[in-house]
Structure formats: structure tokens, C-alpha cells
């Protein structure tokens, strides 16, 4: 028996009380490798100050860094049958969907508010891809087309911050006709002449950048998001040749006149503010104070 460990270091701890020591007070950078302290990272909105990586963020940090005062209301979304195929890969989809949903705290790939931006009124939605990926699934649709509907009735502007793997083939075909109908939800916008403004951040792929992800008016990318319909690897599988560098990333994209800029997330608001601003000023469906 050791009399050191096994009885005065309990009694020592049991008097002095043991510290809580936060977890994960550090987080390596994908880009660079660096260990950057949490809260600096928090307060830099995701961007790593060494090589500007923009890591991702949830949804509700997007909505605090872009509504007028961190200020929103939450819209409530519609449910759909969880799990129509009956669909079971390693494990069912309805337990998939429980732990996406108990990591998250929400229910869907997505979250929609309410708000303002630069004082004009702004649906914000925002994809999760902490939420099995992004995927675009029978929910998302659904919330997409809702967010649509609640800029017609209200005269908002429509902003999305796309954050996807592609459908969910969890739900076979149903995920796939949500292409389809979300592109006729951004259509109704323009049949009002209300804005739409596409926000793509890393990744964007599969049938999200197949249908609305693409549709903006105007269309921003974060630096260095991935963004396209294949990955690099199949398309490289595929054609059996090398791929340039940085072929599907936001630069190459925009050099390419598939974007109309690329913003660091940092300067998003303030950007954003002044878009909204622009394309509102002579629109009857807006008031400036």
C-alpha cells in the first residue's frame, strides 16, 4: 500500500476541493495546425488569426453576427415523417436522427429567424452541418419553401448560408425532390421582387448547389469554401486526370464569374448591410427609415 497516494493525497484534496478545469480550452486550426485558445477563436467568429481558415460555426452564431444587435426570433418550422423508407444502412436513420438531434439541440439540417439587417427586414436561413451534414432531406425543403413563404406574406428579404454534403440519401428520392421544389419556393420570390442573397461557406456541394445554393441575386462565398456538385475525388476517379489547384474552391469560382465576391466572414455584416441596403432602396415592398 503507498500511505503517499492512497492516503494523504485523498485527505489533501478532500480540504483543498479539486478545480474544474473547462474542457476543450484549445482548438488545432485545419489550416495551419496552430492550437488556438477558444475563446479567441469565439470572439474571431470562427476565422483563425494565423492563416484566416474560416472554421465552421453554428447556426445561431451566424444569426448574432448578422441581425442588427445580435437581435432574432426564431421561426417556428412544420415536422415531416421522420423516416418515410423505413431506411436502415449500419444503423436506422430514426437513430441517426436521434443523435443529430440531441448533439445539435435542433431538429433539422436547418434553422430560419427573423430580423433586421441594416434595418431592412431579413429572413435568415441557416444550414447546420453538424446535422449529418448539411443534408438537404424532405425537413430542409420543407423549412426552405417556409422561409420563402414567410418573406411573400411579410415582405422580407431572404438570406440562406448554404452548408451542405448534398441530399440525404437516407430518404432516396423524396431528398431529391426537394431540388425541385425549393428552386419554385425562390421563383415565388421573384414573382414579388423581393431579394434573395446565397451565402456559400464550406462545403457547399451535391444538390444543394444544384438547386438554390446557385439561385441568388446576389451570391457570396466564404474564402476557401469548397464548393461544387462532385467532389474533387470522384471527379478526379471519374476523368482519371489531375484537377488544378483550388479547383472547386470560392476564389477559383469567382475567377470564374460563378460568384460575385468573396467575403471574409468577418466583414460579412457590415457587406451584407450595405447589399441589402442597395437592392431594397427602390423597392415599394421596402421601408427606410
Known amino acids: ?26 482548438t488545432k486550426c485545419t489550416g495551419c495546425g496552430e492550437m488556438l485558445f477558444h475563446r479567441d ?16 460555426i453554428s447556426p445561431k452564431e451566424r444569426f448574432i453576427s448578422l441581425f442588427d444587435n445580435g437581435i432574432y426570433e426564431l421561426i417556428e418550422t412544420r415536422n415531416v415523417i421522420s423516416d418515410p423508407l423505413k431506411f436502415r444502412d449500419t444503423k436506422k436513420y430514426t437513430d441517426r436522427l436521434k443523435e443529430n438531434k440531441a448533439k445539435t439541440g435542433s431538429d433539422e439540417a436547418i434553422i430560419l429567424a427573423h430580423g ?8 435568415i436561413a441557416s444550414q447546420n452541418f453538424a446535422f449529418m451534414g448539411g443534408s438537404l432531406g424532405m425537413g430542409t425543403g ?23 454534403g448534398g441530399a440525404r440519401m437516407q430518404e432516396g428520392i423524396l431528398s431529391l425532390m426537394q431540388l ?27 444538390g444543394v448547389t444544384a438547386s ?10 466564404e474564402p476557401g469554401a469548397l464548393i ?20 472547386q474552391q470560392s476564389e477559383k469560382l ?12 468577418r466583414e460579412l455584416k457590415e457587406t451584407v448591410g450595405k447589399i441589402v441596403t442597395l437592392i431594397t432602396r427602390n423597392n415599394k415592398n421596402f421601408d427606410h427609415l
Not at 438554390?212 to 462565398?221: F, N, P, Q, R
Open 1 to 26: 500500500m503507498n500511505w503517499l497516494t492512497n492516503f494523504v493525497k485523498p485527505k489533501i484534496r478532500a480540504i483543498v476541493g479539486k478545480k474544474d478545469v473547462p474542457e476543450n480550452l484549445w
Open 41 to 56: 477563436l469565439k470572439v474571431n467568429l470562427g476565422v483563425c488569426n494565423q492563416c484566416n481558415q474560416h472554421h465552421k
Open 116 to 123: 433586421k439587417v441594416n434595418r431592412i427586414n431579413t429572413v
Open 142 to 164: 420543407e423549412n426552405i419553401i417556409d422561409a420563402a413563404k414567410y418573406c411573400v406574406n411579410n415582405n422580407c428579404v431572404l438570406i440562406i448560408i448554404a452548408a451542405a
Open 180 to 206: 425541385p421544389r425549393t428552386i419554385i419556393a425562390i421563383d415565388s420570390l421573384k414573382e414579388k421582387k423581393l431579394p434573395f442573397i446565397s451565402i456559400l461557406t464550406d462545403p457547399t456541394t451535391g
Open 212 to 221: 438554390y445554393a446557385m439561385l441568388g441575386d446576389i451570391s457570396i462565398a
Open 228 to 247: 461544387g456538385f462532385a467532389g474533387p475525388r470522384v471527379i478526379e476517379n471519374t476523368i482519371r486526370e489531375k484537377l488544378p489547384a483550388n479547383f
Open 254 to 265: 469567382l475567377e470564374n464569374g460563378m460568384l460575385d465576391m468573396v467575403i471574409d466572414r
